[in-house]
């Protein structure tokens, strides 16, 4: 059992209220902690970002700038702030008991001559765990001593669009809602320090909190403690909450036979677990792709969708794409061609992808798109921002064709794993050739990261060419495994 740190941060405390035995093996068994991925890394940037842009908003303040691991360099520079009467302080440290917490606005009024608080999320919309999250923040800031007038969350506005920043942030009086969570707080945070002072690891179930709102980094031991396999009825597809119930009454395993009242879907997904032998529908399949035309064109989009809106007409998080890879198939025995966009620079990449894009799906053949609403979707989003485009991207639209419900309704195999998403679906039936494995992006968060780093002036030539390498060679293979799926699908469908 490691000793105690002198002070806990309200990061480490709210881990407690999610979970208490993750706030337990943080501190005594951190080892067992899964590594930070680059996907949750690139949250908490983003997260920065956003918290740094908002100060833009309460301009004039003074960071407090010590590290986030000095905890006590961070009080004794928030004390000399106040003491100097500093109207508004970003990153403002504050200890009650041994629990620390950091403001990321605090501001002073000179009416009330008490502090406003402006907790930063980088969210669109309040969340229950803000609540809490800042409930405990400006309970330590109360207790420290600090006259609270207002408590405030912020978050970005979904209504902004560039390039009117103005209101990009929109700021919720939460102040009534706090303080009734007081009451609850003290006996909270004392029944964590009395848990976490003790040699045992507290026995907590694993359930829905091992998920939401982000997977724990303490999961996969948990799950592996619990006797969780590698595949069980927490796979099975669309159960949602319910695969918590079966959980819960000790139904774990696909082939427990209390395992009843399935959808369609979630039965075929145990009958072929069972048997060890894969569904198809053949015939369905035929009537399925039956109406889709020749020329096929294959179509994948990368995306970005960046917290803070950079480009004319979008918004928090709307997705912008950057990069297209087509492969185009004009029969079933044709070779195939393939053509290929990568907006390199951090200008807005629509208006040279929608020509290069409407070229590349010129004809009137079926569009081939892999869960092809998003496609769909960001097809019409740049029709409405250029509408000398609309007619000719709306009728993109109205010729893409989509071989997710074909695979998910007439086609399973054990390797799916209860997953019919690209990556999972093509090696199980293409052969472990055809997986992602090893590549250098993988995936489409890989693609976002490489096309920041691409774009960012500081980035190397030497560097630039190799994400850019990378970053192509994944979208073509997208495309590229559609095309064999594709042709696997006519095969077994006659």
């Not at 031991?221 to 959980?247: I, M, Q, R, T």
């Not at 609403?373 to 609309?390: C, G, N, V």
């Not at 190397?460 to 979208?475: F, G, P, Q, V």
Request: charged residues 25%.
């Amino acid at each position: 059992m490691r000793a105690l740190p002198k002070l806990l941060s309200k990061t480490r405390i709210m881990r407690g209220y999610k979970c208490v035995k993750n706030i337990y093996l943080n501190i005594h068994h951190p080892n067992l902690e899964a590594e930070i991925t680059p996907d949750q890394q690139a949250l908490f940037d983003q997260g920065n970002a956003v918290g740094e842009e908002a100060r833009k908003f309460f301009s004039g303040g003074v960071l407090v700038d010590n590290k986030p691991w000095d905890f006590f360099g961070s009080l004794k520079k928030t004390r000399e702030l106040l003491a100097s009467k500093t109207p508004i302080i970003y990153e403002a440290a504050f200890e009650h008991q041994g629990c620390y917490a950091r403001a990321d606005i605090i501001k002073y009024s000179l009416d009330t001559q008490r502090w406003k608080i402006y907790e930063v999320k980088s969210s669109t919309k309040v969340k229950e765990e803000h609540l809490d999250d800042v409930g405990l923040q400006a309970w330590i800031i109360a207790k420290s001593g600090l006259p609270i007038e207002e408590i405030n969350l912020v978050h970005l506005n979904p209504a902004c669009r560039f390039p009117n920043l103005e209101n990009l942030f929109e700021i919720n009086d939460v102040t009534a809602q706090i303080r009734e969570r007081y009451p609850s707080i003290l006996p909270k945070v004392s029944q964590l320090f009395s848990t976490i002072k003790t040699d045992q690891v507290p026995v907590v179930n694993i359930g829905a909190h091992c998920l939401n709102p982000h997977e724990c980094g303490f999961k996969e031991h948990c799950w592996k403690e619990k006797g969780v396999p590698a595949f069980s009825v927490l796979n099975l597809p669309k159960l949602n909450d319910k695969k918590w119930e079966y959980f819960n009454q000790g139904i774990i395993s696909v082939d427990d036979a209390r395992l009843t009242d399935l959808t369609p879907l979630q039965q075929r997904v145990v009958d072929v677990f069972k048997s060890g032998e894969r569904f198809l529908d053949s015939k369905s399949i035929k009537a399925a792709i039956a109406h889709w035309k020749f020329p096929l064109v294959f179509l994948d989009f990368e995306t970005m969708s960046p917290a803070i809106p950079r480009y004319i007409g979008t918004g928090p998080y709307m997705h912008v794409a950057f990069q297209f890879s087509v492969h185009v198939m004009t029969s079933k025995e044709s070779e195939v061609t393939h053509h290929e966009f990568f907006h390199e620079f951090p200008t807005d990449p629509r208006p040279t992808l929608i020509p290069a894009l409407l070229k590349a799906c010129e004809g009137e053949g079926s569009i081939v798109s892999y869960y092809g609403r998003f496609e769909t979707d960001r097809i019409l989003e740049m029709a409405k921002s250029f509408s000398e485009y609309a007619e000719q991207l709306e009728a993109l639209t109205q010729r893409i064709v989509d071989p997710l419900p074909v695979i998910r309704d007439f086609i399973y195999d054990k390797e799916f794993k209860g997953s019919f998403s690209l990556k999972a679906v093509v090696p199980a039936l293409l052969g472990e050739d055809e997986s992602y494995e090893g590549m250098k992006v993988a995936n489409g968060g890989d693609a976002q990261r490489a096309y920041e780093e691409i774009i960012n002036s500081k980035t190397t030539s030497e560097r630039k060419n190799e994400l850019l390498k990378a970053s192509l060679e994944y979208c073509k293979k997208d495309t590229w495994v559609m095309v064999e799926l594709v042709k696997w699908l006519f095969e077994n469908s006659k």
